[in-house]
Structures are given as C-alpha cells and as structure tokens.
Nanobody, 122 residues
C-alpha cells in the first residue's frame, strides 16, 4: 500500500497550489482520506478530511481557503489551497483512515504518505 503526495512547491502569499495524493496497492473508496501538515519544530496537525461519501471537514484556520476532494476512479485525493499564507508553510501529508468516517486525530489514520513541501513566501 502506497500513498504518494505531490504538487507542493514555493508560492507567494495569496497564491494557490493543488496537492494530489495518489494511492496504490489497494482501493480506498470506502475509507476516509485526510491531509495533515507538519511545520518545522511543530506537531503534525490536521488540515482537512473527506469521508467515503464525500463529506468534508476542515480545521478552522483553512476554512474558506482550502478544499478537499476525491476521485475514486483515479484513486486520488486532492487539496486545493488558495489565499495561501506564510503560516501555511509545512510538509503536507496524506493519510487513509481505518474507517469511512473522517476524523481529525492522527490515530484514526492507518496509512500515511511521505509528504510534499509547501513553502509560502511573504
């Protein structure tokens, strides 16, 4: 089972990026998927999640700016990020949950990708 996140990069404040998470090895159509992020010297934190039936959840700091979506036919989850801020700078990791309902805790997620770096300059 592999989760590969990509699409990160350097962007100016106010800009946009779209992250993708491609899964392989098994299908996750019945599992919730999520994005977490980890900034240097900080704990890994929840960003957004989407349940098996498309219901999404966001941490307060990204509501209205980020959108999570999934394409089960492509085994891919996306994170569209807009109005980026320097404080969004982090390694972004995708994860697949043990079940179908999305949660915000790290221990609810069984499979993790390696992450992609997003750097937002001021």
């Amino acid at each position: 089972v592999q989760l590969q996140a990509y699409g990160g990069g350097l962007v100016q404040a106010g800009g946009s990026l779209r992250l993708s998470c491609a899964t392989s090895g098994r299908a996750f159509i019945n599992n919730a998927m999520a994005w977490f992020r980890q900034a240097p010297g900080k704990e890994r934190e929840f960003v957004a999640a989407i349940s098996w039936n498309g219901i999404s959840t966001y941490t307060d700091s990204v509501k209205g700016r980020f959108t999570i979506s999934r394409d089960n036919a492509k085994n891919t989850v996306y994170l569209q990020m807009s109005s980026l801020k320097p404080e969004d700078t982090a390694v972004y990791l995708c994860a697949a949950a043990r079940g179908g309902i999305s949660g915000t805790r790290k221990d609810e997620y069984r499979y993790w990708g390696q992450g992609t770096l997003v750097t937002v300059s001021s």
